[in-house]
T-cell receptor, first 117, second 113 residues
Framework: GDSVTQMEGPVTLSEEAFLTINCTYT??????LFWYVQYPGEGLQLLLK?????DKGSNKGFEATYRKETTSFHLEKGSVQVSDSAVYFC????????????????FGKGTKLTVNP | NAGVTQTPKFQVLKTGQSMTLQCAQD?????MSWYRQDPGMGLRLIHY???????DQGEVPNGYNVSRSTTEDFPLRLLSAAPSQTSVYFC????????????FGPGTRLTVT
């Protein structure tokens, strides 16, 4: 079945460091890929998305590129801030070429990021 | 727009009690879902609905009931609470078109003693 694997945390960085959180997936068809962010005590917020191979999603300085050949969707940010401390989830929506998004999202287990001043 | 709203924010139940978690959205989304979040497990789908009057089971449906009488509301019922249902519950919705992105509520933290 469809699955998402993301690097286990926790990840601790200093402010202005470079961030990479690895995410790989297994899916049939043409899944859409997402990164969600969860701040302490809050729900999940959509951070960015990509819907086809070589698409780059970006938001708030974060980027991720849909790599079909390596089935990956790694999250990157060039210079993290203390306010980026949160849990990050990679997710996919199963989808065939002729369909829109599925009724469900398949999530990775989350990676906790702590950024120290 | 309030987006997706959930009540209550926190709840403590005793084993065997029943309760309903409320979820509402004001975005006119056709799809609504319930997930539970447990440490180290990510989010798992409990039940979902593709429109009023239509519901189906997700990965972990046992012990939960849902109904969808209106587009806006999608309550989740715990029939007889068990300690294994201690979790954080999230409701989500999405439009039928688009890439499949879902929009989440703030969550309900449930403890069953």
């Amino acid at each position: 079945g469809d699955s998402v694997t993301q690097m286990e945390g926790p990840v601790t960085l200093s402010e202005e460091a470079f961030l990479t959180i690895n995410c790989t997936y297994t899916a049939t068809g043409y899944p859409s890929l997402f990164w969600y962010v969860q701040y302490p005590g809050e729900g999940l917020q959509l951070l960015l998305k990509a819907t086809k191979a070589d698409d780059k999603g970006s938001n708030k300085g974060f980027e991720a590129t849909y790599r079909k050949e390596t089935t990956s969707f790694h999250l990157e940010k060039g210079s993290v801030q203390v306010s980026d401390s949160a849990v990050y989830f990679c997710a996919l929506s199963p989808r065939t070429y002729t369909q829109g998004g599925s009724e469900k999202l398949v999530f990775g287990k989350g990676t906790k990021l702590t950024v120290n001043p | 727009n309030a987006g997706v709203t959930q009540t209550p924010k926190f709840q403590v139940l005793k084993t065997g009690q029943s309760m309903t978690l409320q979820c509402a959205q004001d975005m006119n989304h056709e799809y609504m879902s319930w997930y539970r979040q447990d440490p180290g497990m990510g989010l798992r789908l409990i039940h979902y609905s593709v429109g009023a009057g239509i519901t189906d089971q997700g990965e972990v449906p046992n012990g939960y009931n849902v109904s969808r009488s209106t587009t806006e509301d999608f309550p989740l019922r715990l029939l007889s609470a068990a300690p294994s249902q201690t979790s954080v519950y999230f409701c989500a919705s999405r439009h039928e078109t688009g890439a499949g992105e879902q929009y989440f509520g703030p969550g309900t933290r449930l403890t069953v003693t």
